[in-house]
Protein backbone atom coordinates (compact mmCIF):
# COMPACT_ATOMS: atom_id res chain seq x y z
CA UNK A 1 0.00 0.00 0.00
CA UNK A 2 1.66 3.57 -1.21
CA UNK A 3 1.93 6.14 2.14
CA UNK A 4 -1.32 6.44 3.62
CA UNK A 5 -0.07 9.28 5.56
CA UNK A 6 -3.26 11.73 4.24
CA UNK A 7 -6.97 11.47 5.34
CA UNK A 8 -9.02 9.45 3.19
CA UNK A 9 -10.61 12.61 2.39
CA UNK A 10 -9.44 15.87 1.43
CA UNK A 11 -10.10 18.94 2.96
CA UNK A 12 -12.10 21.66 0.93
CA UNK A 13 -9.29 23.78 0.47
CA UNK A 14 -6.72 21.13 -0.58
CA UNK A 15 -3.72 23.29 -1.88
CA UNK A 16 -1.16 20.19 -3.35
CA UNK A 17 -2.69 20.83 -7.25
CA UNK A 18 -2.12 24.89 -7.78
CA UNK A 19 -3.68 24.15 -11.69
CA UNK A 20 -6.75 22.12 -9.72
CA UNK A 21 -6.58 25.00 -6.93
CA UNK A 22 -7.04 28.15 -9.68
CA UNK A 23 -9.86 25.81 -11.71
CA UNK A 24 -11.78 25.37 -8.33
CA UNK A 25 -11.39 29.27 -7.71
CA UNK A 26 -12.24 29.91 -10.96
CA UNK A 27 -15.52 27.99 -11.06
CA UNK A 28 -16.15 29.46 -8.04
CA UNK A 29 -16.03 32.65 -9.25
CA UNK A 30 -18.12 31.96 -11.95
CA UNK A 31 -21.10 29.40 -9.91
CA UNK A 32 -20.79 30.58 -6.58
CA UNK A 33 -23.72 28.42 -5.93
CA UNK A 34 -21.69 25.70 -7.02
CA UNK A 35 -19.78 22.75 -4.66
CA UNK A 36 -16.65 24.06 -6.24
CA UNK A 37 -14.16 21.81 -4.05
CA UNK A 38 -12.83 18.41 -3.83
CA UNK A 39 -15.43 15.63 -4.51
CA UNK A 40 -16.08 13.64 -1.33
CA UNK A 41 -16.56 10.03 -1.79
CA UNK A 42 -19.97 8.49 -1.45
CA UNK A 43 -21.58 5.53 0.44
CA UNK A 44 -21.03 3.74 3.53
CA UNK A 45 -17.82 2.68 5.46
CA UNK A 46 -18.47 -1.17 5.96
CA UNK A 47 -19.21 -1.52 1.78
CA UNK A 48 -17.31 -4.53 -0.16
CA UNK A 49 -17.43 -2.47 -3.49
CA UNK A 50 -15.30 0.54 -4.20
CA UNK A 51 -15.66 1.83 -7.90
CA UNK A 52 -13.11 4.29 -8.51
CA UNK A 53 -13.66 6.52 -11.10
CA UNK A 54 -11.16 9.01 -12.89
CA UNK A 55 -12.26 12.78 -11.47
CA UNK A 56 -15.58 14.92 -10.89
CA UNK A 57 -16.98 16.53 -13.70
CA UNK A 58 -16.92 20.27 -13.69
CA UNK A 59 -20.94 20.74 -13.85
CA UNK A 60 -21.49 16.61 -12.14
CA UNK A 61 -19.52 15.79 -8.99
CA UNK A 62 -17.97 19.83 -8.82
CA UNK A 63 -21.47 21.13 -9.13
CA UNK A 64 -23.43 18.74 -6.87
CA UNK A 65 -20.77 17.71 -4.04
CA UNK A 66 -21.61 14.17 -4.74
CA UNK A 67 -19.84 11.84 -7.41
CA UNK A 68 -21.05 11.12 -10.81
CA UNK A 69 -24.43 13.40 -9.82
CA UNK A 70 -25.27 15.35 -12.48
CA UNK A 71 -23.12 14.28 -15.29
CA UNK A 72 -23.83 12.17 -18.41
CA UNK A 73 -22.00 8.82 -16.75
CA UNK A 74 -23.91 9.04 -13.39
CA UNK A 75 -26.65 8.03 -15.61
CA UNK A 76 -25.30 4.54 -16.82
CA UNK A 77 -23.58 4.46 -12.81
CA UNK A 78 -26.69 4.71 -11.02
CA UNK A 79 -28.64 3.05 -13.22
CA UNK A 80 -26.64 -0.28 -13.12
CA UNK A 81 -25.54 0.10 -9.19
CA UNK A 82 -29.41 -0.33 -8.51
CA UNK A 83 -29.96 -3.07 -11.27
CA UNK A 84 -27.30 -4.80 -9.15
CA UNK A 85 -28.46 -4.24 -5.71
CA UNK A 86 -25.61 -2.09 -4.80
CA UNK A 87 -27.62 1.46 -4.68
CA UNK A 88 -31.32 2.13 -3.87
CA UNK A 89 -33.60 4.96 -3.95
CA UNK A 90 -34.02 7.78 -6.50
CA UNK A 91 -31.44 9.60 -8.65
CA UNK A 92 -31.77 13.17 -8.93
CA UNK A 93 -28.89 14.90 -11.37
CA UNK A 94 -28.95 17.41 -8.67
CA UNK A 95 -28.40 15.45 -6.12
CA UNK A 96 -32.11 16.45 -4.72
CA UNK A 97 -33.04 12.72 -4.04
CA UNK A 98 -32.90 10.10 -1.67
CA UNK A 99 -30.34 7.80 -3.25
CA UNK A 100 -28.34 5.91 -0.87
CA UNK A 101 -25.75 3.25 -1.89
CA UNK A 102 -25.65 -0.29 -0.37
CA UNK A 103 -22.29 -2.12 0.52
CA UNK A 104 -20.59 0.02 -2.20
CA UNK A 105 -18.53 3.36 -2.11
CA UNK A 106 -17.63 5.64 -4.93
CA UNK A 107 -14.56 7.92 -5.25
CA UNK A 108 -12.38 9.36 -7.91
CA UNK A 109 -8.86 8.73 -8.41
CA UNK A 110 -8.50 12.79 -8.58
CA UNK A 111 -10.83 14.57 -6.29
CA UNK A 112 -10.72 18.01 -8.15
CA UNK A 113 -12.59 18.76 -11.84
CA UNK A 114 -9.54 18.90 -14.01
CA UNK A 115 -9.91 20.86 -17.43
CA UNK A 116 -11.06 18.71 -19.65
CA UNK A 117 -11.86 16.04 -17.38
CA UNK A 118 -7.60 14.92 -18.28
CA UNK A 119 -5.61 15.62 -14.57
CA UNK A 120 -1.74 15.46 -15.29
CA UNK A 121 -0.11 13.04 -14.11
CA UNK A 122 1.59 14.32 -11.26
CA UNK A 123 -1.97 15.65 -10.25
CA UNK A 124 -2.52 12.01 -10.04
CA UNK A 125 0.72 11.57 -7.76
CA UNK A 126 -0.66 14.12 -5.59
CA UNK A 127 -3.80 12.81 -5.01
CA UNK A 128 -3.15 9.37 -4.48
CA UNK A 129 -2.21 8.95 -1.04
CA UNK A 130 -6.40 10.21 -0.59
CA UNK A 131 -6.78 7.09 -2.26
CA UNK A 132 -4.67 4.97 -0.79
CA UNK A 133 -6.18 5.98 2.43
CA UNK A 134 -9.63 5.88 0.94
CA UNK A 135 -8.79 2.12 0.53
CA UNK A 136 -7.20 1.80 3.49
CA UNK A 137 -9.99 2.99 5.83
CA UNK A 138 -12.82 0.35 4.05
CA UNK A 139 -12.56 -2.63 6.40
CA UNK A 140 -14.55 -4.84 4.34
CA UNK A 141 -13.56 -3.90 0.81
CA UNK A 142 -13.24 -6.60 -1.63
CA UNK A 143 -13.79 -5.69 -4.46
CA UNK A 144 -12.66 -2.95 -6.90
CA UNK A 145 -14.04 -1.90 -9.86
CA UNK A 146 -11.93 1.00 -11.89
CA UNK A 147 -13.71 2.74 -14.77
CA UNK A 148 -10.93 3.31 -17.16
CA UNK A 149 -7.22 2.58 -17.36
CA UNK A 150 -6.21 5.58 -15.79
CA UNK A 151 -8.35 4.92 -12.69
CA UNK A 152 -6.94 0.92 -12.56
CA UNK A 153 -3.72 2.14 -12.58
CA UNK A 154 -3.92 4.90 -9.87
CA UNK A 155 -5.52 1.95 -8.27
CA UNK A 156 -2.47 -0.52 -8.30
CA UNK A 157 0.08 2.37 -7.38
CA UNK A 158 -2.20 3.25 -4.67
CA UNK A 159 -1.58 -0.22 -3.30
CA UNK A 160 1.91 -0.26 -3.84
CA UNK A 161 2.14 -2.18 -6.91
CA UNK A 162 3.44 -1.40 -10.40
CA UNK A 163 1.11 -0.19 -12.89
CA UNK A 164 2.34 -2.63 -14.99
CA UNK A 165 0.88 -5.08 -12.82
CA UNK A 166 -2.52 -5.62 -13.76
CA UNK A 167 -4.38 -6.36 -17.05
CA UNK A 168 -5.58 -3.17 -19.31
CA UNK A 169 -8.88 -3.14 -21.06
CA UNK A 170 -12.89 -3.58 -20.47
CA UNK A 171 -13.59 -6.74 -18.01
CA UNK A 172 -10.14 -7.58 -17.04
CA UNK A 173 -9.74 -8.82 -13.32
CA UNK A 174 -6.43 -8.71 -11.19
CA UNK A 175 -5.86 -10.01 -7.86
CA UNK A 176 -4.24 -6.99 -6.12
CA UNK A 177 -3.46 -8.33 -2.25
CA UNK A 178 -6.49 -9.21 -0.33
CA UNK A 179 -8.81 -7.15 -3.30
CA UNK A 180 -9.80 -8.01 -6.58
CA UNK A 181 -9.36 -5.11 -9.32
CA UNK A 182 -12.25 -5.03 -11.79
CA UNK A 183 -11.54 -2.87 -14.95
CA UNK A 184 -14.45 -1.39 -16.92
CA UNK A 185 -14.29 0.71 -20.08
CA UNK A 186 -15.35 4.41 -18.42
CA UNK A 187 -18.87 5.17 -18.70
CA UNK A 188 -18.53 8.47 -20.34
CA UNK A 189 -20.50 9.96 -22.95
CA UNK A 190 -17.94 9.27 -26.02
CA UNK A 191 -17.46 5.76 -24.95
CA UNK A 192 -21.50 5.37 -24.37
CA UNK A 193 -22.41 7.60 -27.36
CA UNK A 194 -19.83 5.53 -29.84
CA UNK A 195 -20.78 1.67 -28.52
CA UNK A 196 -17.43 1.43 -27.11
CA UNK A 197 -19.33 0.70 -24.16
CA UNK A 198 -22.49 -1.06 -23.64
CA UNK A 199 -25.26 -0.83 -20.78
CA UNK A 200 -25.00 -4.85 -21.28
CA UNK A 201 -21.12 -4.23 -21.27
CA UNK A 202 -21.05 -1.86 -17.91
CA UNK A 203 -23.83 -4.57 -16.45
CA UNK A 204 -21.71 -7.57 -16.93
CA UNK A 205 -18.96 -5.98 -14.40
CA UNK A 206 -20.90 -5.43 -11.67
CA UNK A 207 -22.57 -8.77 -12.19
CA UNK A 208 -18.87 -9.97 -11.99
CA UNK A 209 -18.55 -8.34 -9.13
CA UNK A 210 -22.12 -9.48 -7.21
CA UNK A 211 -20.93 -12.85 -7.78
CA UNK A 212 -17.79 -12.17 -6.16
CA UNK A 213 -18.98 -10.81 -3.11
CA UNK A 214 -21.84 -13.42 -2.82
CA UNK A 215 -18.89 -15.99 -3.40
CA UNK A 216 -20.08 -17.79 -6.67
CA UNK A 217 -16.90 -16.85 -8.41
CA UNK A 218 -13.34 -17.52 -7.50
CA UNK A 219 -10.63 -14.93 -8.19
S1 LIG B 1 -6.83 16.84 -6.84
FE1 LIG B 1 -6.54 15.94 -4.81
S2 LIG B 1 -4.45 16.50 -4.18
FE2 LIG B 1 -5.04 17.85 -5.90
S3 LIG B 1 -5.87 19.68 -4.92
FE3 LIG B 1 -7.60 18.31 -5.33
S4 LIG B 1 -7.89 17.10 -3.47
FE4 LIG B 1 -5.85 18.05 -3.36
Known amino acids: M ?89 YDPNGEDDLELVDCMITNAVRCAPPGNKPEPSEEANCRPFLASRIADLPRLKVIVTLGDVSRRNVLKALGLRASAGVPGHGSEFAAGPYVVLNSYHCSRLNTNTGRLTPAMFEAVFERARALLDGQGAA
Open 2 to 90: ESAALPSEPPRDCPRCPRLVAYRAANAAAHPDWFNAPAPSFGPNHARLLVAGLAPGRTGANRTGRPFTGDHAGLLLYATLTKLGFARGR
